[in-house]
């Protein structure tokens, strides 16, 4: 059974960092993307940032390039989200995602994790 679980959600001022968790189980990590995407209340939900588990390499969405990083533990299976410079835009429920090598579709979704930025 594969479970995502997001933690590190809270509020924060603008400008300030945060890192945000995602502890994976049930996975076959090296067949697998993992990432994060967002939703802002009365928006859609949007692409911040994936990583290849097995290799590291790096995307990310252009309103996030140059101040979150996306990273991984391989011994605690642990996704990370580290958040800098963050700005009100930055609100909203951060979910950690997960989907095959070669797929489009995410096959798994976190329950999500509340951030809210102040200004």
């Known amino acids: 059974q594969v479970q995502l679980v997001e933690s590190g959600g809270r509020l924060v001022q603008a400008g300030g960092s945060l890192r945000l968790s995602c502890a994976a189980s049930?996975?076959?990590?090296?067949?697998?993307?993992m990432g994060w995407f967002r939703q802002a209340a009365g928006k859609s939900r949007e692409f911040v940032a994936e990583?290849?588990?097995?290799?590291?390499?790096?995307t990310y969405a252009d309103s996030v390039k140059g101040r979150f990083t996306i990273s991984r533990d391989n011994a605690k299976n642990t996704l990370y989200l580290q958040m800098n410079s963050l700005k009100p835009e930055d609100t909203a429920v951060y979910y950690c995602?997960?989907?095959?090598?070669?797929?489009?579709?995410?096959?798994?979704w976190g329950q999500g994790t509340q951030v809210t930025v102040s200004s």
């Open positions: 995602t997960a989907r095959l090598i070669g797929k489009s579709d995410y096959d798994y």
């Open positions: 049930g996975l076959t990590f090296s067949r697998y993307r």
């Open positions: 990583i290849r588990w097995a290799v590291g390499s790096t």
